[in-house]
């Protein structure tokens, strides 16, 4: 699960990997966008897998599926969210990817969700709720309690 979380945050950051620093936006509803997006393009890209494939996905040994999954995701969020991310630290994109990686991975192999949209419904609302800046805070206190 831990390489999952990995992979998500690759995902994020390559596709905020050009910033335009021209942009001073800090919209907390663009980081939202980003945010459920990037976890609706996770299930849509992990839902049509066999089970088999995702294990070998989230313990690393298919890099093969990971590059696809992280092509699959290229281009994610505007140049606001990308500014806004920015604004919150080099290590935003990289802490939101793997949050919303996590959460719905979580939802659907929970049946709490079963489509792309279900997922981007609940992390869109939970991150509008809680706050793009919050989710972060709480992502970077949680890996620096991460054992090595």
Do not use: W
């Not at 313990?59 to 994610?76: P, Y």
């Amino acid at each position: 699960m831990k390489h999952l979380l990995h992979i998500t945050a690759a995902i994020a950051i390559y596709s905020c990997a050009t910033f335009d620093n021209a942009v001073a936006a800090d919209d907390n509803k663009e980081v939202c966008l980003f945010y459920g997006n990037v976890g609706a393009a996770a299930v849509d890209f992990i839902l049509p897998l066999k089970v088999q494939q995702v294990v070998d996905m989230i313990s690393g040994k298919d890099t093969a599926l990971v590059e696809k999954m992280q092509k699959s995701v290229e281009g994610i969020g505007n140049a606001n969210a990308k500014a806004a991310m920015k604004a919150m630290g080099d290590d935003a994109a990289e802490h939101l990817g793997a949050s919303a990686g996590f959460l719905a991975f979580q939802l659907v192999m929970t049946g709490q969700a079963t489509s792309a949209q279900e997922v981007f419904s609940v992390l869109y609302k939970s991150c509008m709720d809680t706050g793009a800046s919050k989710i972060v805070e709480n992502q970077r206190a949680a890996s620096q309690s991460e054992p090595e």
